[in-house]
């Protein structure tokens, strides 16, 4: 009798050590990606990393989301065609849940056809919702001096994006930051790191839309 006792208590340890170590693991796998692919303005140009918007935003979801993770796969200088390049095997290491596609800035600053623009994003979209992927387009503007035309053109071009896919535009991010001299480095384009919360308080209303129906 007393070896039939032990034999269970043991086999109750033993159940009891793999809940305990399989646990966490359960709970990681179980925890969803939002991966945010952009170019420089969400890389953090110019200042630390960890006090990039991007990075403030997985601080943030970490609160009010913890089932969430964010993973930044945003890369200085990308144009829409670069992005288009390397998506694939982006989504394929990530197997993200969500993605924020902001891309489009280097195009606009290059002046690259707003064919191009609208075919390489149109590209990206649809690779993105062949994995039946969540997503959303951040809305991107370029300084008038490229021309009253050409400017409203290429801002245009993500909300016809938007239309046609069906899918949200985020309002310009930059809004109450480009054009503010003590806000941007010394280039004009990009944001100290002051103010990279303002980006983030810019989208943070439209992420949790979206990710409440996600």
Not at 170 to 188: K, S, W, Y
């Amino acid at each position: 009798m007393p070896l039939v006792i032990s034999r269970y208590l043991f086999s109750a340890l033993v159940l009891s050590c793999v809940f305990l170590v399989s646990a966490p693991y359960a709970s990681a796998a179980q925890q969803k990606t939002l991966l945010v692919y952009g170019d420089s303005l969400s890389a953090a140009y110019g200042i630390d990393i960890k006090k990039g918007w991007v990075t403030l935003l997985q601080e943030k979801m970490k609160q009010t989301n913890p089932g969430w993770k964010v993973v930044n796969a945003s890369v200085s200088g990308e144009t829409t065609s670069g992005g288009l390049s390397r998506l694939k095997v982006t989504l394929e290491q990530h197997t993200p849940d969500l993605v924020l596609v902001e891309l489009g800035a280097n195009d606009g600053l290059r002046g690259t056809s707003l064919k191009i623009l609208k075919n390489n994003l149109g590209k990206i979209i649809e690779t993105v919702q062949s994995k039946d992927t969540p997503m959303a387009l951040f809305e991107m503007r370029i300084p008038p001096n490229y021309g009253p035309i050409y400017t409203k053109r290429f801002t245009q071009t993500f909300h016809d994006l938007g239309k046609n896919y069906n899918i949200p535009v985020v309002p310009f991010f930059l809004d109450g930051v480009a054009g503010h001299p003590e806000l941007n480095q010394p280039d004009g384009i990009h944001p100290v790191e002051k103010a990279q919360p303002k980006l983030l308080d810019n989208v943070w209303p439209d992420i949790q839309k979206i990710l409440k129906n996600t």
